[in-house]
């Protein structure tokens, strides 16, 4: 099945400056890489998503990026502020039928803390 | 539009005892999942739902762990008995359709097992 790796788990970073956190993925047949946004007692929510026939995605201060040829993916947010302080998954999913597909397997997470 | 709605919240019971979580998802959806996120993890897959047909709990522990979707709308997932390893956050999503990828999750369930 896919394995999700996600790296680091904790980033400290100061208001302002910019957030990297990256993943890479095992199964080359995966083609739907999101990522979600978990705060303090809710759900995930999703915030940006990317597709295996695009390299990069941009909505306002958050970006991915994907390398297929690597299998792995980012995610970038710049201009940090003390609202994006909150923990973030990686996660990836096969999107056409076969064994193991649509299942979203995701990393273990990344905890954000913007310093302001 | 109404999200993603669990009950519920917050559990406290013994081992042993039964416990059911209730979800109802986003109208018109026609997926459902059921995930357990285990504290400082990712949520997991225990069973996804296509209307009423539970089409993957490959990933259910079926000796102990019971779902079901009666209706192809509100699902329930139910443990009996819980043991203290259960102590998780049970979260539901739904989608609009299996494949589109993109899901929409509830608050959570927190359950916690004595």
């Known amino acids: 099945g896919e394995n999700v790796e996600q790296h680091p788990s904790t980033l400290s970073v100061q208001e302002g400056d910019s957030a990297v956190i990256k993943c890479t993925y095992s199964?080359?047949?995966?083609?739907?890489f999101p990522w979600y946004k978990q705060e303090l007692g809710k759900g995930p929510q999703l915030i940006i998503d990317i597709r295996s026939n695009v390299g990069e995605k941009k909505d306002q201060r958050i970006a991915v990026t994907l390398n297929k040829t690597a299998k792995h993916f980012s995610l970038h947010i710049t201009e940090t502020q003390p609202e994006d302080s909150a923990v973030y998954f990686c996660a990836a999913m096969t999107t056409y039928s076969g064994a193991g597909s649509y299942q979203l397997t995701f990393g273990k997470g990344t905890k954000l803390s913007v310093i302001p | 539009e109404a999200g993603v709605v669990q009950s519920p919240r917050y559990k406290i019971i013994e081992k042993k005892q039964p416990v059911a979580f209730w979800c109802n998802p986003i109208s018109g959806h026609n997926t459902l999942y059921w995930y357990l996120q285990n504290l400082g993890q990712g949520p997991e897959l225990l069973i996804r739902?296509?209307?009423?047909?539970?089409?993957?709990d490959s990933q259910l522990p079926k000796d102990r762990f019971s779902a079901e979707r009666l209706k192809g709308v509100d699902s329930t997932l139910k443990i009996q008995p819980a043991e203290l390893g259960d102590s998780a956050v049970y979260l539901c999503?739904?989608?609009?359709?299996?494949?589109?990828?993109?899901?929409?999750f509830g608050e959570g369930s927190r359950l916690t097992v004595l």
């Open positions: 999503a739904s989608s609009l359709l299996t494949g589109t990828g993109e899901l929409f």
């Open positions: 739902y296509e209307n009423e047909e539970a089409v993957d």
């Open positions: 199964d080359s047949a995966s083609n739907y």
